[in-house]
């Protein structure tokens, strides 16, 4: 089965502090790509970031970085410095290549910073 | 360049009318997809274009749900006969269409809130 898993449904995070978002995935593809995007209470998707399942380095775009450990399954997202526009719902996601359609999504975190 | 754009970003229709819903890609992206989020909840995946051809029509949620794609570019989702179940975000995304270094990631539109009384 095909399947993204985010196990915290909220976090409080003071702000300035770093917070890690925990993200692990199932798939049986060799070949995937993971994502992050942030949805704030506008609605709107917003892609953060991207890791190819062999790209030995990991993303990172400004204050955003992803701790990709492949053997563990696992993509975490490294916010640093947060911000109070942080603030917002975060996705996990996954395109297993295989399918030319499909991306996976997770349930979701809710990240709440406080001032 | 300009974003992914979506048509109107609210809507309030009557239970049992038809209503459309436009989406206007990224220029050159060949793929579109359309979702639906209901409230406080993820993403449900309706439909994949692929140029105009829908290969992935298989979340549809009933035959009142129709598609399509002219030229490449502009989709239009339909609802007929709406009920009040069909209320929730409809949300349109566009990609390159190809698989690898990150060329299949899939740009939001804002979204249109639909509301069936």
């Known amino acids: 089965a095909q399947k993204i898993t985010q196990t915290q449904p909220g976090m409080f995070v003071q702000e300035k502090e770093a917070v890690t978002l925990d993200c692990t995935y199932d798939?049986?593809?060799?070949?995937?790509?993971l994502f992050w995007y942030k949805q704030p209470s506008s609605g709107e998707m917003i892609f953060l970031i991207y890791?190819?399942?062999?790209?030995?380095q990991n993303a990172t775009e400004g204050r955003y970085s992803l701790n990709f450990q492949k053997a563990r399954k696992s993509a975490n997202l490294v916010i640093s410095a947060s911000q109070l526009g942080d603030s917002a719902m975060y996705f996990c996601?996954?395109?297993?290549?295989?399918?030319?359609?499909?991306?996976?999504f997770g349930s979701g975190t809710r990240l709440s910073i406080r001032p | 360049g300009a974003g992914v754009s979506q048509s109107p970003s609210n809507k309030v229709t009557e239970k049992g009318k038809d209503v459309e819903l436009r989406c206007d890609p990224i220029?050159?992206?060949?793929?579109l997809y359309w979702y639906r989020q209901s409230l406080g909840q993820g993403l449900e995946f309706l439909i994949y274009?692929?140029?105009?051809?829908?290969?992935?029509k298989s979340g549809l949620p009933s035959d009142r749900f129709s598609a399509e794609r002219t030229g490449g570019s502009v989709s239009t989702l339909t609802i007929q006969r709406t009920q009040q179940e069909d209320s929730a975000v409809y949300l349109c995304?566009?990609?390159?269409?190809?698989?690898?270094?990150?060329?299949?990631?899939?740009?939001f539109g804002p979204g249109t809130r639909l509301l069936v009384l």
């Open positions: 995304a566009s990609s390159l269409g190809w698989r690898g270094q990150g060329q299949e990631t899939q740009y």
């Open positions: 798939t049986s593809d060799q070949s995937y790509g």
């Open positions: 890791q190819g399942s062999y790209d030995e």
């Open positions: 996601a996954m395109t297993p290549y295989s399918s030319a359609s499909k991306i996976i």
């Open positions: 220029s050159g992206h060949t793929a």
């Open positions: 274009f692929q140029g105009n051809s829908a290969p992935d």
